[in-house]
T-cell receptor, first 117, second 113 residues
Framework: NAGVTQTPKFRILKIGQSMTLQCTQD?????MYWYRQDPGMGLKLIYY???????DKGEVPNGYNVSRSTTEDFPLRLELAAPSQTSVYFC????????????????FGEGSRLTVL | DQQVKQNSPSLSVQEGRISILNCDYT??????FLWYKKYPAEGPTFLIS?????DKNEDGRFTVFLNKSAKHLSLHIVPSQPGDSAVYFC????????????FGQGTRLTINP
């Protein structure tokens, strides 16, 4: 019962470097999301996907890119790392749901802590 | 502009008593609300949700109340237990299909023995 798996758990980057945060889910969920959480703040949506090949911007997409080639994987790419991208990143997934019946919950990974120096 | 607000950064409650966490929202298009619990170094985990067609939803020790006219919801935990010590996030949704949740800043709940 892996659920949502994120790698790496920790990473330190230098300004201007690039990296990809990996996310995979084994629940066959249609929807996947990337959130970031800054200290003392709530989670903010970066990008989301409603299925393979379909992605869309969330509230804070600048500086990031995503792709969704399979149902299971939703990697998040930082092209030119900046100190403002120091944060904890959470990947999540959810299924198509019936608002009158289902909880509508998102299932979250454990997070990836990124520091840009 | 913070559409979902949790105005209490922290709350301390004695074990066995009731914990009440509050959340306000400004977007009248929100029609579904969720509470998440988060321990350090872990991802948020779902607690309870409520649709705008209801004003109360209960699950064991957890009850969520929704006051649409006041754009306010609250989470009641009774009785509070030491394992309830965590950060609690309120979240809201307005979009059909993908659950694009908007989160509050969180309230750190500490249960004292």
């Amino acid at each position: 019962n892996a659920g949502v798996t994120q790698t790496p758990k920790f990473r330190i980057l230098k300004i201007g470097q690039s990296m990809t945060l990996q996310c995979t889910q084994d629940m066959n969920h249609n929807y996947m999301y990337w959130y970031r959480q800054d200290p003392g703040m709530g989670l903010k949506l970066i990008y989301y996907s409603v299925g393979a090949g379909i992605t869309d911007k969330g509230e804070v997409p600048n500086g990031y890119n995503v792709s969704r080639s399979t149902t299971e994987d939703f990697p998040l790419r930082l092209e030119l790392a900046a100190p403002s991208q120091t944060s904890v990143y959470f990947c999540a997934s959810s299924t198509t749901w019936d608002r009158g019946r289902d909880t509508g919950e998102l299932f979250f990974g454990e997070g990836s802590r990124l520091t840009v120096l | 502009d913070q559409q979902v607000k949790q105005n209490s950064p922290s709350l301390s409650v004695q074990e066995g008593r009731i914990s009440i966490l509050n959340c306000d929202y400004t977007n009248s298009m929100f029609d579904y609300f969720l509470w998440y619990k988060k321990y350090p170094a872990e991802g948020p985990t779902f607690l309870i949700s409520i649709s705008s067609i209801k004003d109360k939803n209960e699950d064991g020790r957890f009850t969520v109340f929704l006051n649409k006219s006041a754009k306010h919801l609250s989470l009641h935990i009774v009785p509070s237990q030491p394992g309830d010590s965590a950060v609690y996030f309120c979240a809201a949704s307005a979009v059909r299909g993908a659950q694009k949740l908007v989160f509050g800043q969180g309230t750190r709940l500490t249960i004292n023995p």
